[in-house]
Nanobody, 126 residues
Framework: QVQLLETGGGLVQAGGSVRLSCTAS????????MAWFRRTPIQEREFVAAISWPGSSTYDADSVKGRFTISGDNAKNTVYLQINSLKPEDTAVYYC???????????????????WGQGTQVTVSS
């Protein structure tokens, strides 16, 4: 079992920044992928970004390139999502996900991930 704890989020003004964190605990192993998805009024589950270990390979959705940056600390089993230049359409519940493969075939596919966090709300005011 793996547990995920997400922190960060909240109410942010448009143009501002926010940093989300997600820490995995339990039987994580050494090869895994952690990702961020978000739920918006338009999409139930939209892939945002992922990072896999070993190697720290990253995967980003085209829609967020340039504003969203995923990073992580393998030693801490923690992944971060830095979001800059926030827009009202970034308002969403952001979910952390954990996959048991270090080289995901389709990192944007929710089925790659076995464990999910509770989600953290990011609200961007205009």
């Amino acid at each position: 079992q793996v547990q995920l704890l997400e922190t960060g989020g909240g109410l942010v003004q448009a143009g501002g920044s926010v940093r989300l964190s997600c820490t995995a605990s339990g039987r994580t192993g050494r090869m895994y992928t952690m990702a961020w998805f978000r739920r918006t009024p338009i999409q139930e589950r939209e892939f945002v970004a992922a990072i896999s270990w070993p190697g720290s390979s990253t995967y980003d959705a085209d829609s967020v390139k340039g504003r969203f940056t995923i990073s992580g600390d393998n030693a801490k089993n923690t992944v971060y999502l830095q979001i800059n230049s926030l827009k009202p359409e970034d308002t969403a519940v952001y979910y952390c996900a954990f996959g048991l493969r270090g080289r995901p075939t389709y990192p944007s596919d929710p089925s790659e991930y076995t464990y999910w966090g509770q989600g953290t709300q990011v609200t961007v005011s205009s």
